[in-house]
């Protein structure tokens, strides 16, 4: 795997910014039959996409990407979240997902676990989504971009499809409520704002996991988004586009908690105790935060001892 991490610097090394790979197992699993699909269906094919650091992956990051697959996803770029499709026979409504680590975070430098660890590591989390939301492990690939704001990644994975005879795409980006309020932030833009949005909307989406709070009919995305519709014209504009995870708040305090923070503050935890009831309680923990397969790895790898 430490090859294939390699590789992407070389490249980047070589062809400058821009770089997408899927990882060897996605590869193997031949996530790209796709583009068999692409050529036998009159609509666009649906990718959901999971950009994170993966620093581990957690629970969090599982639950997010399989309540995403539940939402139902916009066919085509005259379509709103009013207006959403139905599912295909075969019950998906996703064509197929995506775990990408972006190694150009804006928000978070490289350090922890290597490139490598991360990609064994969301190999193992791709195991554990297609387990729990029942669909092909097939369908599910992890791959590598080192594009760091979201225009960058929708611009790079276009890119990547089309080369591969899939023009027809749309990309479904997964945030966060505070990812989605930073996406409308000036400061994430080198170019022209309007440009950009338009470029990304034409074929990208989101699906916004919300945060606690919707009982009693107070949700704050909705609340956001009315307020800030009536400050930012490009709120107005595109957000049609952002479709929400329904039913989040049964889940939002619990993921909240379930942090890569918390998962390599344990991890540490467990590595420099010298007792082994301490050290059993706080593994015990660990299995709250992150799937055991990923666990597992990191013990075996000594993952976080520093």
């Known amino acids: 795997m430490e090859d294939f991490a390699n590789s992407i610097t070389l490249e980047m090394a070589e062809n400058g910014p821009g770089i997408f790979k899927i990882a060897p197992s996605t590869c193997d699993r031949q996530w790209l039959k796709l583009e068999r699909r692409a050529a036998s269906e009159s609509r666009p094919i ?4 999971l ?48 775990l990408i680590f972006a190694m150009n975070n804006p928000d978070k430098p490289l350090t922890g676990a290597t490139v490598g660890d991360r990609v064994q590591m969301m190999d193992a989390l791709a195991e554990t989504v297609a387990r729990k939301a029942a669909v092909p492990l097939a369908t599910v690939g992890v791959g590598v971009t080192d594009g760091g704001i979201f225009f960058d990644k929708a611009r790079i994975l276009r890119s990547f499809f089309t080369l591969r005879g899939m023009p027809n795409v749309f990309l479904y980006f997964i945030m966060g409520y505070d990812t989605v309020t930073r996406f409308f932030d ?9 440009q950009e949005m338009e470029r990304f909307f034409h074929h990208s989406r989101i699906i916004c996991a919300s945060r606690g709070g ?37 889940n939002a305090s619990t993921v ?15 590595w420099v105790s010298e007792r082994d009831d301490e050290k059993d309680a706080i593994y015990d923990e660990l299995k709250r935060v992150v799937p055991e397969s990923i666990l597992s790895y990191m013990k075996k790898r000594r993952l976080y001892v520093q």
Do not use: C
Request: glycine letters at 4%.
């Open 51 to 98: 950009a994170a650091s993966f620093n581990p992956p957690t629970i969090a990051h599982s639950t997010l990407l399989e309540e995403a697959l539940k939402v139902k996803p916009l066919g085509d770029d005259t379509m709103t979240s009013d207006d959403a499709q139905e599912e295909d026979a075969d019950g998906l409504t996703f064509d197929a997902s995506l």
């Open 256 to 270: 909240a908690s379930l942090s890569s923070t918390m998962a390599r503050s344990l991890m540490h935890g467990y």
């Open 46 to 49: 649906r990718v959901a996409i």
């Open 186 to 194: 000036p400061k994430y833009y080198k170019d022209d704002m309007v």
């Open 214 to 250: 919707t009982e009693n009919g107070h949700d704050p995305l909705k609340e956001w988004l009315v307020k800030a519709s009536s400050e930012n014209p490009l709120v107005q504009q595109f957000r049609r586009y952002i479709l929400q995870i329904p039913d989040w708040s049964a």
